[in-house]
């Protein structure tokens, strides 16, 4: 069994900073790329943010300069900083990476998400 655990979330005001992580474990071969998306109140979940397993990121263009995703690899855990917030960020945040199970199993996982708030 693999879990995928977001933490970090919560609510700022506008122009402040949330760091989230995400922590994956259980039966894990290894894992490829680990990324955020996001769902905000009535719209479809959108890509925020990738890092591979070789140390790239990509970043949703309109993020670039506020965002920063990171990954430590021992620890087998994606960090999403958020820095100057704003309202339009508010959503639910979620985590997910590529894992190739100890069975060879090779899958997406997704964790449960974790809700940002950007409010004054």
């Known amino acids: 069994q693999v879990q995928l655990v977001e933490s970090g979330g919560g609510l700022v005001q506008p122009g402040g900073s949330l760091r989230l992580s995400c922590a994956a474990s259980?039966?894990?071969?290894?894992?490829?790329?680990m990324g955020w998306y996001r769902q905000a109140l009535g719209k479809e979940r959108e890509l925020v943010a990738v890092?591979?397993?070789?140390?790239?990121?990509n970043l949703k263009d309109s993020l670039w300069g506020r965002f920063t995703i990171s990954r430590d690899n021992a620890k087998n855990t994606v960090y999403l900083q958020m820095n100057s917030l704003k309202p339009e960020d508010t959503a639910v945040y979620y985590c997910?990476?590529?894992?190739?199970?100890?069975?060879?199993?090779?899958?997406?996982?997704w964790g449960p998400g974790t809700q940002v708030t950007v409010s004054s």
């Open positions: 890092a591979t397993s070789g140390g790239s990121a």
């Open positions: 997910n990476a590529d894992i190739t199970t100890w069975t060879w199993s090779r899958s997406i996982y």
């Open positions: 259980g039966t894990i071969r290894s894992i490829n790329d």
